[in-house]
């Protein structure tokens, strides 16, 4: 069992930067792959991004490449992502995912989920 707990979300200009933080319980954390999705109102969630177990892999969806990254730090149990540059479009609940199988793209693939920080870029 893993349970996950986001933070960093906030208001924020656009152009602006933030860097959320998903800390996670459980002695298994390293061997999962770990994601962060994201849902605007009246969207479906979203991958934004995901990396691997060692953090050795990782991928970024076309809309949040070159501006976004994701690290983990398995020592302290943290997946981070750290968003540059951010347009008003980045506005959502963020949600980080932990994956026992492989890192993946898809909701379906995550086994635990957080409950989400809210991310707001104003214009």
């Known amino acids: 069992q893993v349970q996950l707990v986001e933070s960093g979300g906030g208001l924020v200009q656009a152009g602006g930067s933030l860097r959320l933080s998903c800390a996670a319980s459980g002695r298994t954390f390293s061997t999962y792959a770990m994601g962060w999705f994201r849902q605007a109102p009246g969207k479906e969630r979203e991958v934004v991004a995901a990396i691997n177990w060692s953090g050795s892999n990782t991928y970024y969806a076309d809309s949040v490449k070159g501006r976004f990254t994701i690290s983990r730090d398995n020592a302290k149990k943290t997946v981070y992502l750290q968003m540059n540059s951010l347009k008003p479009e980045d506005t959502a609940v963020y949600y980080c995912?932990?994956?026992?199988?492989?890192?993946?793209?898809?909701?379906?693939?995550?086994?635990?989920w957080g409950q989400g920080t809210q991310v707001t870029v104003s214009s």
């Open positions: 995912a932990a994956d026992r199988a492989t890192m993946g793209t898809r909701l379906s693939g995550y086994d635990y």
